[in-house]
């Protein structure tokens, strides 16, 4: 049975919290997925500096401190899973979107290096780079006409699924360069 906490990730002792729920409920945590995240869509020196305080709160150090809560029983018992939600920005600057995708970026190799040292120690490291998917994350992004969305959310899905997981990262590749030609535009510098 599922058993909601409802918390704001981006306050300082919000693992604290979710860890003592976890010992009420007498519950361990098998697969740990750092999903929640938030954006400023904003030349940077007109996003506000709390509301970026607070993004990398939630995108980041509440990812660091949630996966160093849960990692040593996962090693004490031999066995666990943890994915953790990037995004295609990940891999490159966006402008306007900046700090979220620099969170991106510290969640994609902060998982790659997580991957190699867990590896041979039971615990399955993964990161997820979804690109642009229909959400009510980009609802307020009136940038993109949600016409021009790729409807890839059956692909984000396969990411999830248990046939990717055993990979370092999962990318809807390569329908990459298609559906998200229209976010990308954003940034100077693509792949090549
Ligand atoms: N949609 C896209 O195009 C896209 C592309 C690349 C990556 N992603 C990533 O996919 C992940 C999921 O996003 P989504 O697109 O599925 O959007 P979503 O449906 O809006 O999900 C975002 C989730 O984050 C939670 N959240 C936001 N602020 C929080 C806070 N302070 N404390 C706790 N939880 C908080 C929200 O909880 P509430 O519902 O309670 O507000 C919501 O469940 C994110 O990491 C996002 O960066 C999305």
Redesign the pocket.
Known sequence: MAKPI??????EK?TQIVQEAMQQFDLEVDLLI??????IYAPFEQSELLKNH?MIM??VV?MVDLTDAFIPAMLARGTGAILN?????AFSPMPYLSV?AAT?AFILWFSEALWVEYRDRGIRVMA???????????IPLRVFSFHSFIHNTRK?KEGYSGSHFGAIQSSPHPAFADANAP?FKLAQRGWG
């Open positions: 409802a918390i704001d990730l981006s306050q919000a750092n999903n929640a995240a938030s954006y607070q939630l995108n509440a939600v990037g995004a295609q920005g979220y991106k997820l780079c979804p690109g642009a998917t229909r959400t009510p994350l980009l984000v976010l």
